[in-house]
Nanobody
Framework: VQLQASGGGLVADGGSLRLSCAASGGIVAGTSMYWYRQAPGKQRELVAAITSGGSTNYADSVKGRFTISRDNAKNTVYLQMNSLKPEDTAVYYC????????????????WGQGTLVTVSS
């Protein structure tokens, strides 16, 4: 697993969580990164994106509630989720277009293992 996602859990309707996704031993500073989610019985959907320069984009369903950010020094991307709703319940996955390793190798389209977010009503 090239990316390690964490921060999921059980939260009440209206609560907040912060997800983190760190590249294991690699560098993601020069690449776009994404958060996706997949709810039970549904297709995986793009939630938020951030470019290497810090430009962001969000799904309409999370605009104004979620914030994606990155710390290039830590090779980590975050997803701050506020005002959570039961319909936000899903497994959240992070994705990086490219991970560069010190030995000169690259991994393209890298995925994390997913972290479960459950929002109770």
């Amino acid at each position: 697993v090239q990316l390690q996602a964490s921060g999921g859990g059980l939260v009440a309707d209206g609560g907040s969580l912060r997800l983190s996704c760190a590249a294991s031993g690699g560098i993601v500073a020069g690449t776009s990164m994404y958060w996706y989610r997949q709810a039970p019985g549904k297709q995986r959907e793009l939630v938020a994106a951030i470019t290497s320069g810090g430009s962001t984009n969000y799904a309409d369903s999370v605009k104004g509630r979620f914030t994606i950010s990155r710390d290039n020094a830590k090779n980590t991307v975050y997803l701050q989720m506020n005002s959570l709703k039961p319909e936000d319940t899903a497994v959240y996955y992070c994705n990086a277009e490219t991970i560069r390793y010190g030995n000169g190798n690259y991994v393209y389209n890298a995925w994390g293992q997913g972290t479960l977010v459950t929002v109770s009503s």
